[in-house]
C-alpha cells in the first residue's frame, strides 16, 4: 500500500498542472495514467504546435449547463498567469489570431515544460497504471491499480472526454462521478467535422480541400471562419465551431460571403464590367471549383448585362443562405472537445471538490465545460487544475 496526500488521474493538460502546483505546497502528489507517455493531447493539439490560450478567454466562450461555473476559476488563474509561466522557462510562441497563442517550434516544448515543473515540485509520475477499484474510506480513498494499491487524502479525476480514444480517452471520469452518485450529463462529441447524406457527399466530393470564409449559423449562434470541404463532409474552423451548438436534426445555415452585400457586389460588377460573364465575378470573391460547382447545379449563364436585379437578388439570397442538414458529425474519433460530462452543480467552482463526497475533485474537460475553438480548452485544463492544486 502506497500513501499520498494526492493521487491524481490522468497526466493530461489538467492533471500535470494541478499535480505540480499540489506539490509546490508541499503535498506528496502521485500522478497516474495508463498511457505510455503524458501529455499525448498536448502534443498533438493544434497541429502540433497547441494553442494553448486564448488571451481574451471570459466566461462567454465556454459552453456549460451552468455557465457560472467557470467565472471563479478564471479569474484565479487567467491566461496571462499562464503566459508566464511559459515567459519563465523561455517557451516561444507566436499569435497567430488575436488572442490565440501557439508554440513557435512545437507542442512538445511547452509539455516539456509542464514535465519540468512536475519535477522541480517533486511529482511522483507513473504511466502505463490502470485503475482498476476505488474504494471510499471516508477520510480517504482506497485506488487499485495494476501497479499496486494507493491509499490518498485528497483523489483528483482529470482522464478528459471522450475525444480521439486512440490517444488514451476513456470514459473512466464518468464512471468515477455515477459511482460516487454524482450526476453526469449527456456526452456528445464537439469541435468536430460534420458529415453529409451520400448524394450531398458525393456533390461536394471534388470540392475536397476547397477553402472559403463563411459564416456557420445553427440556433442563434454565427461563427465567421474558414470553412474546408472534405472527403467525409465539412470541416474547418468555422464548422468545428458551430458543431458545438449544432444539435442532431438540426439544418446549418451558410453564409458564402459574409463580407458584405452580394446583391450590391453583383449590381455593381454589372456596371462596371456588363459583358463579363458571371463565373469571373464569384471567382473573385468565392473559390474556382466551389464557383463551376454552382454554375453548373443553378445554370447562371450569360453575361452580367443580361441578368436582373431580382436573378441577382436570387443568387445573394442563395448564396448568403446556403442550407446544408448534415447527417451527424464524424464523432469521438476525431472531434478535439467533449460536450456534457459531470455536472458542475455537484462539484464546487472554487475548490472543485464534489459537494457531497470529501476528498473527490473533479477538473478538466470531464466536467461539463467545453471552450470554444481557440485556445479555451487548455486554459481551462489549465486554471481548474491550478485552483483545484490550492486544496487538495
Ligand atoms: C486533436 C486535438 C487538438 C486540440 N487542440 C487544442 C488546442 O489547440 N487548444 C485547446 O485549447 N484545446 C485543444 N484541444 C482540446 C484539449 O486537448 C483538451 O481540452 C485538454 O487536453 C483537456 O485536458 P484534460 O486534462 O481534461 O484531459 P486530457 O488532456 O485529455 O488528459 C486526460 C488524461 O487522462 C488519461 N486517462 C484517460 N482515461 C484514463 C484511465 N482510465 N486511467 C488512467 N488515465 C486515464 C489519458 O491518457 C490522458 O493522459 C484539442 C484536442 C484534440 C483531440
Known amino acids: 500500500m502506497k500513501k499520498v496526500d494526492v493521487l491524481i488521474i490522468g497526466a493530461g ?23 505510455n507517455m503524458a501529455g499525448k493531447k498536448i502534443i498533438m493539439s493544434g497541429g502540433g504546435r497547441c494553442n494553448f490560450t486564448n488571451m481574451d478567454a471570459s466566461p462567454k466562450h465556454f459552453l456549460s449547463q451552468n455557465p457560472h461555473f467557470v467565472i471563479s476559476a478564471l479569474k484565479r488563474y487567467g491566461p496571462s498567469h499562464f503566459v508566464e509561466l511559459m515567459d ?20 512538445k516544448d511547452l509539455l516539456a515544460i509542464l514535465l519540468t515543473e512536475c ?17 471510499d474510506l471516508g477520510t480517504h480513498k482506497q485506488v487499485e491499480t495494476n501497479q499496486g494499491t494507493y491509499e490518498c487524502e485528497s483523489l483528483v479525476i482529470a482522464t478528459g472526454g471522450l475525444s480521439i480514444p486512440t490517444k488514451g480517452a476513456t470514459g473512466f471520469g464518468y464512471q468515477t462521478a455515477e459511482q460516487f452518485g454524482l450526476k453526469v450529463l449527456p456526452t456528445r462529441a464537439g469541435l468536430v467535422p460534420v458529415t453529409l447524406q451520400p448524394d450531398l457527399k458525393a456533390k461536394f466530393e471534388p470540392l475536397a480541400g476547397v477553402s472559403c470564409d463563411i459564416s456557420a449559423s445553427a440556433n442563434g449562434v454565427s461563427f465567421t471562419e474558414p470553412m474546408l470541404f472534405t472527403h467525409r463532409g465539412l470541416s474547418g474552423p468555422s464548422i468545428l465551431q458551430i458543431s458545438n451548438h449544432w444539435v442532431p436534426g438540426d439544418e446549418l445555415n451558410l ?43 443553378h445554370k447562371w449563364q450569360g453575361i452580367m448585362a443580361e441578368y436582373t436585379n431580382q436573378k441577382f437578388e436570387n443568387i445573394a439570397q442563395l448564396l448568403h443562405n446556403w442550407v446544408i442538414k448534415p447527417t451527424g458529425t464524424e464523432g469521438y474519433r476525431t472531434a478535439e472537445v467533449t460536450l456534457g460530462g459531470v455536472d458542475t452543480d455537484d462539484v464546487s467552482s472554487k475548490t472543485f471538490e464534489a459537494k457531497n463526497v470529501k476528498g473527490l475533485y473533479f477538473i478538466g474537460e470531464v466536467l461539463d465545460v467545453t471552450g470554444w475553438l481557440g485556445g479555451y480548452n487548455f486554459q481551462w485544463a489549465w486554471a481548474s487544475g491550478y485552483c483545484a492544486a490550492q486544496y487538495v
Open 119 to 135: 519535477e522541480w515540485a517533486g511529482v511522483n509520475l507513473v504511466l502505463k497504471t490502470a485503475v482498476t477499484n476505488i474504494i
Open 88 to 107: 519563465r522557462h523561455g517557451l516561444e510562441y507566436i499569435e497567430k489570431a488575436p488572442g490565440q497563442l501557439f508554440c513557435k517550434d512545437s507542442a
Open 13 to 35: 493538460a489538467s492533471g500535470l498542472m494541478c499535480a505540480a502546483n499540489a506539490a509546490y505546497r508541499g503535498r506528496s502528489v502521485t500522478l497516474i495514467d495508463h498511457a
Open 255 to 297: 453564409d458564402l460571403y459574409p463580407q458584405g452585400s452580394l446583391y450590391n457586389l453583383l449590381i455593381e460588377a454589372r456596371d462596371k464590367h456588363p459583358k463579363s460573364h458571371i463565373d469571373k465575378i464569384l471567382n473573385q470573391i468565392l473559390p474556382k471549383r466551389l464557383v463551376t460547382l454552382l454554375i453548373e447545379e
